[in-house]
């Protein structure tokens, strides 16, 4: 599969939040903000992220069709960040980006699962044919941008930051960031690895080639 089951964005103000929002960049301005910084908007997305990923992780067990192993594992550790997250609560100004920015690469995947389970929709249709290729064609692009170019310099500051942190001696709740380190660490080789299938997905389909689409789940 090129990525995890669709699924609409958390309803959350996070590109606000992540791009324009003054108090959010204020609380950034600083490794501890970025780390420790107390945010309501990120404290309910954690929360509403953690909810959906118990939900995720107990239908991607039980569902056959679904029970991918990198499935389980991206589901198990999302859920253990949202965990960690709430016990704090910790990077609270990441939220917005990890549990809320990113999801809007899942609108147009909302429109590609879509049609790849009701094929007969854009089969029978050149208007809803073209629709397919332009939201099949604009998910790789935001998923490339967001989840495979931006994710990975999110995760890099918030690795300067613990180090910053821990070399003034003011490393709280050590054993959460030990367990961000490890979830950051899977979570973004599956973003690559699933980047890595959608640019082989997008190069088929500007050649004509829709062989194996069924496969791509």
């Not at 003011?170 to 660490?185: E, N």
Request: glycine share 6%.
């Amino acid at each position: 599969g090129v990525a995890p089951r669709a699924r609409l964005p958390p309803p959350s103000p996070a590109p606000r939040l992540w791009l324009f929002d003054p108090a959010h960049a204020a609380m950034g301005s600083t490794a501890r903000g970025r780390l420790y910084g107390a945010d309501e908007d990120g404290f309910r997305m954690t929360r509403f992220m953690f909810g959906v990923q118990v939900f995720d992780l107990l239908v991607t067990f039980i569902v056959p069709s679904m029970r991918k192993f990198e499935h389980l594992v991206h589901h198990g550790m999302t859920l253990a960040t949202a965990m960690c997250g709430l016990s704090g609560p910790y990077l609270m100004y990441q939220s917005a980006f990890f549990f809320g920015f990113v999801e809007i690469s899942s609108v147009p995947l909302v429109f590609v699962d879509l049609f790849r389970q009701f094929p007969e929709l854009h089969q029978r249709s050149a208007v809803l044919h073209m629709l397919n290729e332009v939201v099949r064609l604009s998910f790789a692009i935001s998923f490339l941008v967001i989840r495979c170019i931006i994710w990975p310099l999110v995760v890099v500051q918030l690795l300067l930051d613990l180090i910053s942190v821990h070399r003034e001696g003011k490393l709280d709740g050590a054993l959460q960031m030990s367990i961000f380190l490890c979830t950051c660490a899977v979570l973004t080789f599956l973003q690559l690895f699933w980047g890595f299938k959608v640019v082989s997905a997008t190069v088929k389909m500007l050649q004509g080639d829709k062989s194996e689409r069924h496969k791509e789940a």
